[in-house]
């Protein structure tokens, strides 16, 4: 289904952080990244990309897979 209320979306500064443009003007962030079959698409809004870009850091951390914007892989022993 189609959302009407979305003019545009474009890429970020951060891997699978995008923007979602609305037609009244407003905007927020989105992510959306598929690893190894598995889709962290989920329809959360966020406020800015940073926000978002640490949301997807913790998704992957959970599905054992390494960080890739902000947060920092945890140095092995």
Not at 15 to 33: A, T
Not at 50 to 66: C, P, Q, T, V, Y
Request: zero cysteines; glycine letters at 6%; hydrophobic letters at 25%.
């Amino acid at each position: 289904m189609k959302n009407y209320n979305v003019r545009s979306t474009e890429s970020t500064e951060f891997d699978g952080v995008r923007k979602r443009n609305l037609y009244n003007g407003e905007h927020h962030y989105y992510i959306s990244k598929t690893v190894d079959g598995l889709s962290s698409s989920v329809h959360e809004k966020y406020d800015s990309p940073r926000e978002a870009a640490i949301m997807l850091d913790k998704w992957l951390l959970n599905h054992g897979k390494e960080p890739i914007n902000v947060l920092k892989p945890l140095r092995k022993r």
